[in-house]
């Protein structure tokens, strides 16, 4: 098993442009999540999915998008990307949602 | 809303020396809490977790009690290493989302 798996581990974007950070998992989960890590800030739960073809947002959604097409990929979108999207983004995901989480080796965005 | 909220950091100890990392959580329900530690350029790995009051989450030492009635999920290690030098997060479940705290960076010296 690999478990949850993330690319990039590092990227730097400019202001404006769009990207996407890809996210997998070979443990036949079906709850996936999207967190992003700041300093002082602990993590924040961006998006998550129940389950295939189910999305929904958690705490700050804006300026990101996701779908989940597959159990295995939760690809999380940056459409127009700004400096305060500068943060580590984590990939997670469990049995169910009672379950705990596994998460992803990170990705370190920077937005200039 | 629901939160965690834990102990100011950074934490440092000498080795073998007494663990405690406070956290406490505001929740509507019943919450499941978590514990977990991340390692330097690593992602977030359990640690412990208990699922309902008076359950004790036990893991590579470490400990904590589910207490409803003072809503605290206190970690503590009776005799630290160097090894367990890590930022640790209190988190908890309730419904479909995950609430984590700020966490607390642990430095254990020699």
């Known amino acids: ?112 | 809303g629901d939160s965690v909220t834990q102990m100011e950091g950074p934490v440092t100890l000498s080795e073998e020396a007494f663990l405690t990392i406070n956290c406490t959580y505001t929740a509507t329900g019943y919450p499941s809490l978590f514990w977990y530690v991340q390692y330097p350029g690593e992602g977030l790995q359990l640690l412990l977790k208990a699922t309902k009051a008076d359950d004790k989450g036990s893991n590579k030492g470490f400990e904590a009690t589910y207490r409803k009635e003072t809503t605290s999920f206190h970690l503590e290690k009776g005799s630290v290493q160097v090894s367990d030098s890590a930022v640790y997060f209190c988190a908890l479940r309730t419904g479909n989302q995950f609430y984590f705290g700020t966490g607390t960076s642990l430095t254990v010296i020699p």
Not at chain 1, 40 to 45: A, E, H, V
Not at chain 1, 50 to 78: H, K, M, W
């Open chain 1, 1 to 112: 098993n690999a478990g949850v798996t993330q690319t990039p581990k590092f990227q730097v974007l400019k202001t404006g442009q769009s990207m996407t950070l890809q996210c997998a998992q070979d443990m036949n989960h079906e709850y996936m999540s999207w967190y992003r890590q700041d300093p002082g800030m602990g993590l924040r739960l961006i998006h998550y999915s129940v389950g295939a073809g189910i999305t929904d947002q958690g705490e700050v959604p804006n300026g990101y998008n996701v779908s989940r097409s597959t159990t295995e990929d939760f690809p999380l979108r940056l459409l127009s990307a700004a400096p305060s999207q500068t943060s580590v983004y984590f990939c997670a995901s469990s049995y169910a949602d009672y379950y705990e989480q596994y998460f992803g080796p990170g990705t370190r965005l920077t937005v200039t």
